[in-house]
């Protein structure tokens, strides 16, 4: 157990800490401290606090409530914000140096900060991360979430459902990362007004429609108009529609290798290519291939 939650403090990187409980206390606690001229000197408690934070408890008043003091050792290990002084940790300044670095420290906050709408902003734009650990009723707010994503995108899987199945916020999502739309809700993938604007800002986005959808004419023109080649992410039925198919060839010609294999031997479909290819023999070879079907 101690191997673990050891192995938990050296992680540098974002990740869940074990909350310091009684019980957790005890176990890393490694060493039994006593009060002492030790426990005022930061080089001691800067080689201690790697292995066991539970120097911390004992150190003086005076390193714990000392900015540059307290930095250095936070850095070493985070845990250790458990024992600073409040003051500190309600410090906007110094919070967010840690924070730069560590999202973690996020939670060492004061209610103040964690309440500060500002200090909010400022937190996420120093380190996207910390939008994992904050209050619920943040994670509804549209404008919280816009800043994260567009410092990490990634950090949009932490949005809240509401989030995700609001139609404006997840459009101007898809402004900044197109790809993001994968965590819409279920609901607006299939509504077929978000997904045509969705489309219109990035034609390969028709591939998030829901099933319905990629049968949908409307949709199917709409990408097929901007982007020929995004035939390809729709349904069998528009990719048998001569109408779908011509508009997508237009666009692109090597929409018709995606159209179905019945459209694909369709002479006008054949004649289009020819013209956009200029290749002659193409278009001999498929329509003594349709004639021969035919006979």
């Known amino acids: 157990m101690l191997d673990i939650i050891k192995s938990i403090i050296g992680i540098k990187k974002v990740s869940q800490y074990p909350s310091l409980n009684d019980t957790t206390m005890s176990i890393l606690e490694t060493k039994t401290y006593t009060n002492g001229p030790q426990m005022s000197d930061i080089n001691f408690l800067l080689k201690e606090v790697n292995e066991d934070v539970g120097v911390m408890k004992y150190a003086d008043k005076k390193i714990t409530s000392n900015y540059i ?24 300044n110094f919070m967010l140096e840690l924070i730069s670095t560590n999202a973690y420290t996020y939670t060492f906050c004061s209610e103040r900060l964690k309440l500060d709408r500002n200090f909010n902003h400022q937190a996420i734009d120093t380190n996207a991360w910390v939008v994992q650990y904050m209050d619920e009723e943040h994670l509804k707010e549209p404008e919280i979430f816009l800043t994260a994503i567009k410092s990490n995108g990634t950090v949009i899987k932490y949005a809240s459902p509401e989030l995700r199945n609001n139609p404006n916020f997840m ?65 069998l039925t528009l990719k048998d529609n001569i109408k779908v198919a011509r ?32 290749d002659k023999n193409e278009i001999e070879q498929r329509t003594n291939k349709g004639n021969i079907q035919d006979n």
């Not at 250095?72 to 309600?90: G, H, M, Q, V, Y």
């Open 69 to 92: 003091l307290m930095v250095n050792i936070a850095k070493r290990n985070i845990l250790s914000l458990e024992f600073c002084s409040p003051t500190l940790r309600d410090d906007y």
């Open 171 to 235: 459009l101007n999502v898809v402004d900044v990362l197109p790809w993001a739309i994968e965590y819409a809700s279920d609901e607006l993938k299939d509504n077929i007004y978000f997904m045509l604007k969705a489309v219109r800002k990035d034609t390969n986005l028709v591939v998030h429609a829901s099933n319905r959808l990629k049968k949908d004419k409307n949709l199917g023109v709409a990408a097929v108009h901007l982007n020929g080649l995004a035939i390809k992410h729709l349904d």
């Open 247 to 278: 508009i997508a060839m237009k666009n692109n010609k090597d929409a018709y290798h995606y159209i179905s294999n019945r459209l694909q031997e369709e002479q006008e479909l054949i004649y289009l290519l020819q013209e956009q290819t200029g």
